[in-house]
């Protein structure tokens, strides 16, 4: 038990300054996430194009490909 006189510790100081820490990361800026899912549509759509490009040039390569052999 602590005695009423008894002066904070060190360790105690800490834990405070840790609650304070995890109630500043637990608020985030709604900017910031919303230009974050607009990064990631553009990532998906990039990556469906590529994909898209990749198989009609694979496509097309093969039908070339069968109808000269």
Known sequence: M????QSETL????IS???IGSD???TTNVN???NRVR???KKDFKKK???SLGMILLISSL????SLS
């Open 39 to 41: 990064l990631d549509k």
């Open 32 to 34: 910031i996430l919303l």
């Open 17 to 19: 300054t840790e609650n």
């Open 11 to 14: 360790f105690d100081q800490k």
């Open 49 to 51: 194009i590529y994909f």
């Open 63 to 66: 039908a070339i490909y069968l």
């Open 24 to 26: 500043r990361i637990k």
């Open 2 to 5: 602590k005695k009423i006189n």
